[in-house]
Structures are given as C-alpha cells and as structure tokens.
C-alpha cells in the first residue's frame, strides 16, 4: 500500500506555500497502479484529461476558470455528470489542458505502507493525521499559503480556508504520535539499503 503526497511550488516562495498535500492510498490488491493513479490525475502527454475521473482535476479546473475568467458558456458543464458526450469534451478541452499544465509542474513523494486496508490501518492513520496537521480550517493559521496560492480561487470553503487540496479531514485534531509512525516508515528504505549495503558494482575487464 502507498502514500502518495502531491504537492506543488508554482509561484510560492516556501515550502509551506506549495499548495499541498493531496493525499491518495493504493492497496496491495487494487488493480489501479501508482502511475495509472498518477496519470488519471496528471492527464496524457497531449496535455487532455477528464476532470470526471479525477476529484483533483475538477477542484483545481474551477479554481483556473475563476483565475482565468473563464466564459460561463465554456464551462457551465465542468463536473456535470460522470460522463460526457463528444461536443461536451470538446467544449472542456482548453480546461483541462490548463489543469494537466498546472499539474504537470507538481512533485510527488510516496511512502511504501504494507498493510492490510481498514479505517484502523497506518495508511488510514497517517493519511489523515498528515492532512489534519497541516490544515488550517477552522483554527488560526501558523503558516498560511502565500496571496498567489491557486486554492484561494477554489469554489471549496474548505480548499480555501485549509490551505489544502483535501475536504476530507481538514476539520480534525492530529495525534502528535503520528509523526513518530510516519518517521519509521520513511526511514525504512534507508535503513533496509544501509543493512544491505550499496549495491556492488562489476569490475570492468580489459581484453
């Protein structure tokens, strides 16, 4: 099971200014990969996408149309349904060639957690202690994001307020204890390529 925190630094000068995480879970047993989640988000190499398959694109596709001022009749349809005919997608593609660009820029980390999926699993525990941490929803912001985060524009109150992608957990308390669980699991690969040692490489022989 993974982890997986997207973030990104367009125009924000701190690391607190990147306007993430975005926080997504696989399980061992998903058919659904990391690069296929990944690339559901991000959108193909011709820069489409469908917003309909992804909660991310569609949150961050109505926040550039009100940064971009995007005509109602252009997008009066965004996130209409879960599906859409041909002239509808067509109308939609200059949107999301947008959000696939904005995307695009993102950097992602993801941290390897093999247990079994329940709400009590450490996947569960440090995904929505991560998000709680960081939120500012509700609660005096320790450090918000900068006048030029993109999620100000988003139509979510809890986007907005948050400084977070995420609506799901940005209400709750974190349990400081998390932060010794989350440490355990991004050492591990560490520790593991310490104990094996660097990988020995093969002695070139001259003929």
Not at 29 to 53: A, E, I, P, Q, V
Not at 138 to 157: F, H, K, T, V
């Amino acid at each position: 099971m993974k982890i997986l925190v997207v973030g990104s630094c367009t125009g924000e000068k701190t690391v607190r200014d990147c306007p993430a995480p975005l926080t997504h879970a696989i399980t061992a047993s998903s058919k659904t990969t990391l690069w296929n989640r990944l690339h559901t988000h991000r959108g193909h190499s011709d820069l489409g996408g469908n917003h309909r398959g992804s909660i991310f694109r569609k949150r961050l596709g109505e926040a550039l149309w009100r940064k971009l001022e995007y005509p109602k009749e252009k997008i009066h349809t965004w996130g209409v349904r879960n599906s859409a005919s041909k002239p509808v997608r067509l109308a939609e593609a200059a949107l999301e060639r947008e959000v696939s660009t904005y995307l695009g820029q993102m950097p992602f980390l993801w941290i390897g957690v093999p247990d079994a999926p329940s709400p009590k699993s450490d996947r569960a525990y440090l995904e929505l202690n991560s998000i709680a941490l960081l939120s500012n929803f509700e609660r005096p912001a320790i450090d918000p994001p900068s006048p030029n985060w993109l999620g100000l524009q988003s139509g979510e109150r809890t986007n907005r307020e948050s400084g977070l992608w995420n609506t799901n957990h940005v209400e709750k308390p974190y349990d400081p204890k998390f932060l010794e669980k989350l440490r355990a699991y991004v050492s591990a690969p560490l520790l593991e390529y310490l104990s094996s040692g660097p990988p020995v490489r093969p002695k070139l022989v001259r003929h």
